[in-house]
């Protein structure tokens, strides 16, 4: 049996925005519903954070999620496995009022949510299922994985050095040797695809934020006999960074495909401009195209093109900041916390 395996979906991220609730459904009704229905997929794991609002609910995009999401599994007979992550969560010390229960968990037969640690068994492979830890089930927890039978186990850890975005590690959580006698754990919250050991942070499925552009984004198909992750790569992009070059013309694979762009944020990093109307030109293509936002950093016209570095996002300036500063306080530390904060007001 191949079971498919998402996480961190966040409907109702970047504010309720509709154009992005268009870009993740998009995702599933192009390419992860069609993948499941051809190749026999009938169990879906869910790894945390289904919905992105932790204290209420847009009920545009609620109506959006139950017609196009939800009951996508009722009407197909999939079942859909969750666990609770933080964003699901309305009290931060406590799973007892989350968001699925309150909206899908007892409306549909297709939704199974485990509130506590549990373990399922598919085809004979036991497979441990945890909800977000916090102070009220850390013990519990604890408990769980000393008897646990399972080889693999899913959760949406919080575990310390691990990348919480590319190029800063997590300080705090929990040690990963908690899970060495594990072949697998498998793990939503972190956005980043990234693995140490045994521990695969899945990342999302999709892009979310500037600082997704350069990461590579999609879903996981778990194969019940042969123990293999298997990675489904998604190629559709709502954030994009281009490097001009006029003395190539243009130095992008789609030529003069400006239609890619459509609905989509730009950043455009001027390499080489030795003709300024061949410029206005194209960006006057770009515009045309409909994005809806670009953004033109000239301010690297006299570097080369193999010197700039495409995935200069507002979280990359602020790290290297930071990395100027002279201070004794922990750097890592600071990093983190203004993450937190910069994740936290996208969503406000």
């Given amino acids: 049996m191949k079971i498919a395996i998402i996480n961190d979906t966040h409907f109702g991220a970047r504010n309720d925005s509709p154009l992005f609730l268009e870009y993740f459904m998009s995702f599933f009704e192009k390419q992860f519903f069609p993948y499941c229905k051809e190749h026999g997929i009938t169990k879906v794991l869910h790894l945390g954070d289904l919905m992105d609002r932790r204290k209420f609910v847009n009920f545009q995009t609620l109506a959006e999620v139950r017609k196009r999401f939800i009951e996508w599994f009722e009407t197909n007979d999939i079942e859909l496995h969750c666990i609770l992550g933080n964003h699901d969560t309305f009290f931060k010390n406590t799973n007892q009022v989350n968001s699925i229960r309150e909206l899908f968990h007892d409306k549909y037969k297709s939704i ?77 919250h972190f956005h980043g695809k990234n693995s140490k050991k045994n521990v695969h942070y899945l990342g999302t499925q999709y892009q979310i934020t500037f600082s997704d552009a350069r990461l590579t984004k999609g879903f996981h198909i778990l194969d019940t006999e042969t123990r293999e992750l298997e990675f489904i790569e998604n190629s559709e992009k709502i954030y994009h960074v281009i490097v001009y070059n006029d003395s190539n013309v243009y130095n992008d694979p789609l030529g003069d495909d400006f239609s890619y762009y459509k609905n989509s944020y730009v ?62 306080e922990d750097k890592g530390k600071l990093k983190t916390l203004i993450h937190e904060l910069y994740i936290e007001s996208l969503s406000t």
């Fill in 112 to 188: 199974h949510l485990y509130e506590e640690p549990t373990i399922l068994e598919f085809d004979g492979l036991k497979i441990a299922m945890v909800p977000w830890i916090n102070k009220e089930n850390e013990q519990q927890f604890q408990t769980f994985i000393k008897s646990c039978p399972a080889s693999i186990i899913c959760g949406h850890f919080e575990l310390n050095g691990y990348e919480v975005i590319q190029g800063i590690n997590f300080e705090g959580g929990m040690e990963d040797k908690i899970f060495s006698c594990y072949d697998m754990v498998l793990s939503g």
């Fill in 267 to 328: 950043k455009v990093l001027v390499a080489k401009k030795t003709n300024p109307a061949k410029f206005d030109m194209w960006v006057d293509r770009m515009v045309q195209a409909g994005v809806l936002s670009l953004n033109i950093v000239e301010e690297m016209l006299e570097t080369t093109e193999d010197k700039i570095d495409v995935a200069q996002d507002t979280m990359s300036i602020i790290n290297e900041e930071i990395d100027k500063l002279e201070i004794s």
